[in-house]
């Protein structure tokens, strides 16, 4: 399923949900990544989202160094 990435705009073959976008007045919606821009940005798939997080984006940790 082709999906347009909310970063780059451009469709993927490859969407990875990262949030939910709430709205007032209906439901919300699912955001999708490009792998490349996820990657990048360090978003943590919806999937991987700890309970209770509400759909809002998620990093992944700094690495120490």
């Known amino acids: ?3 347009i990435c909310r970063e780059c705009d451009e469709p ?3 969407p990875i949900a ?3 976008e709430h709205t007032a007045s209906c439901g919300g919606r699912v955001v ?3 792998p490349l ?3 990048v ?3 943590v798939p919806l999937d ?3 309970a209770g997080t ?3 984006v998620r990093y992944e940790e700094e690495m120490p160094a």
């Open 41 to 43: 940005l360090g978003v």
């Open 32 to 34: 999708y990544l490009c």
């Open 18 to 20: 990262v949030a939910l």
């Open 12 to 14: 993927t073959d490859e």
């Open 48 to 50: 991987q989202h700890p």
């Open 37 to 39: 821009c996820r990657s």
């Open 54 to 56: 509400g759909g809002r």
């Open 1 to 3: 399923m082709t999906k």
